[in-house]
């Protein structure tokens, strides 16, 4: 599951990979026409609306393409960087570079572009970021607060508008055709040298319209999270898909052997969690399975998943979830967390059975009420391990 | 002769699916003002490094035991960027040392404007925290509210001050 950094990506290694994107962007820039200021400044004027073609057709493929991935489960959209929002601070960043746009015909990107194929107005344009940046750093101190003010973290503008992000994405796929196909006749209108003069209509129409209904199928896409626990904790769904039980007292020999192939997995709340949990188990609630960070747990196909939950019902659709996700060797804990609390955690009196192990599991359960108290209490005297700071990923410019 | 710039609909599907590769494999986007943060802030450290560590701007890139600002992803992603555009240049005939101007504006009146709107993207991008690839691009592709609204500043100032540039470009 992407993204690989950075746990299969190395640091250095990560620097080649910058490398290697690098030059397929500088490619593609140069080949759209983004070396030429006349042609980027023309989005402005009319003239050629190259700019807005490129630019949108890119976040579009890339918008749509972040989604799929995320709901194939390909990408951990959780570990992704988005971009975090800080709200005034970004519009004045974006009215000054609005500015600029207009008067030096090119962007930092297209600029290093238009530098590589000999653009001199380009080499300017790059001296004049640097300048710029040291302007910046050099009167920082004077709008410090003001940099650092409305910071929103890292906010997503469906969530901001309160829809989903497929209809965003329709939203947003729908606006950028309806603008290439008005600008395109504005374009018409203001040159007879613009570049739309040379397109062939019917590739340009059947992009349009299939690109309108990947949109839509982004719609209809249920979040993949909620539509999988969904699907899941559906009763009828519980009732067609038995999973494999252990009983208490098989969990509780296994966590006295201190079995290694063992891995305990608390669905609970982190608060009951907290409150009173069995030893060496693991706090992972059924929501945080799609995590990256938990494949290298749960995917040791030789350790027994043992799912242990506030009822057997939470057990069996956390226990289903690992299946659908592609986890297998799981079970589940018979009679859930009550049962072992009453018949180990708690001392108990045992009731016969009449069967002739009676006299065996009455003096097991005793032993196991003792140790496996003795360890709970070991384990309320460690120190919790702070959770490890996953190395989080950066970005943005 | 210089070759025909390609189709901007699939250049842009083309730059759609570079930057989706970047997300899908290192888990962050495209840019390039922040290689000319670090090229600052190396030459800064460089030329003068107690007032780098004193600065609260330099600060938190310079010091004892961080790497060099110049060993950063986005450094080498531009080196790249170079590398591309001119392997493009090269194979389109384009490779030429010129500069492009308006019809009618002088060279040099061309090379201050570029160096003023340089500048002006440089400060702007800062306070962006990233300037048209960096913040705009990249943040609408993961749906981040900064991208949209950094966007939309840049654009619609763009649309809003051509008028009264108009004569630097028709």
């Known amino acids: 599951m992407g993204p690989f950094v950075p746990e299969f990506i190395s640091e250095q290694l990560n620097l080649i990979v910058a490398l290697v994107l690098g030059l397929g962007f500088g490619f593609v820039l140069e080949q759209a026409g983004f070396s030429s200021s006349r042609k980027l400044a023309g989005v402005f004027y009319g003239y050629d609306f190259t700019v807005l073609r490129v630019f949108f057709t890119a976040a579009v493929t890339a918008m749509s393409g972040t989604i799929l991935l995320g709901y194939f489960g390909l990408l951990d959209l959780e570990a992704i960087y988005i971009n975090p929002t800080w709200l005034w601070p970004a519009v004045i960043g974006g009215v000054i570079m609005g500015v600029g746009f207009v008067l030096g015909g090119y962007c930092p990107g297209t600029s290093i572009c238009a530098m590589a194929i000999g653009k001199v107005d380009a080499m300017f344009f790059v001296g004049g970021g640097i300048v710029g940046v040291f302007f910046f750093g050099e009167l920082y101190p004077l709008y410090q607060t003001f940099y650092e003010s409305s910071a929103l973290g890292p906010i997503t503008v469906f969530n901001s508008l309160g829809i989903s992000a497929g209809l965003f994405a329709l939203v947003l796929i729908v606006v950028a055709v309806g603008a290439f196909a008005v600008t395109t006749l504005i374009e018409r209108k203001t040159s007879s040298t613009a570049p739309s003069i040379s397109f062939k209509k019917l590739p340009h129409r059947i992009a349009g319209v299939s690109t309108i209904v990947l949109g839509m199928v982004l719609v209809a896409l249920p979040n993949r999270k909620d539509h999988l626990i969904g699907t899941v904790s559906s009763p009828a769904y519980l009732a067609q898909n038995p999973v494999s039980m252990m009983e208490p007292d098989e969990l509780a020999f296994r966590i006295l052997d201190k079995e290694p192939n063992i891995l305990i997995v608390d669905i609970r709340s982190a608060e009951d969690f907290k409150n009173l949990r069995l030893p060496g188990s693991n706090n992972i609630q059924t929501a945080g399975f799609f995590a990256k960070e938990q494949v290298p747990l749960f995917s040791q196909r030789h350790v027994k998943k043992v799912i242990v939950g506030a009822t057997e019902s939470d057990e069996q659709a956390a226990c289903l979830l690992l299946h659908e996700l592609g986890y297998e060797n799981t079970a589940i804990l018979k009679g859930a967390f009550p049962q072992i609390k009453a018949t180990i955690l708690d001392k108990a009196e045992y009731a016969p059975t009449g069967s002739r192990w009676d006299a065996d599991v009455r003096e097991f359960r005793a032993t196991a009420h003792l140790e496996i108290n003795k360890m709970i209490l070991a384990e309320q005297n460690v120190v919790p391990k702070a959770p490890k700071a996953g190395k989080k990923i950066a970005g943005g410019c | ?170």
């Open chain 2, 1 to 170: 002769m210089e070759k025909k710039y390609m189709n901007p609909y699939l250049a842009g599907f083309f730059l759609g699916l570079v930057l989706l590769a970047t997300i899908f494999v290192t888990g962050r986007g495209l840019g390039a003002s922040g290689a000319i943060k670090s090229i600052v802030v190396a030459t800064v450290d460089g030329v003068a490094p107690t007032h780098a560590e004193s600065s609260p701007f330099y600060a938190s890139y310079v010091g004892p035991g961080k790497e060099s600002p110049l060993k950063a992803w986005l450094v080498f992603e531009v080196i790249g960027v170079l590398i591309g555009a001119f392997i493009s240049g090269l194979i389109s005939n384009r490779l030429k040392v010129v500069t492009e101007a308006g019809p009618k504006v002088k060279t040099r009146l061309r090379w201050l404007f570029a160096f003023g709107g340089g500048a002006l993207f440089g400060i702007g991008a800062q306070f962006a925290r990233g300037c048209t690839s960096g913040a705009a691009l990249s943040g609408m592709a993961v749906l981040s509210t900064a991208g949209f609204v950094t966007m939309m500043a840049i654009f619609g100032t763009g649309y809003a001050v051509a008028w009264f540039l108009r004569k630097l470009w028709i």
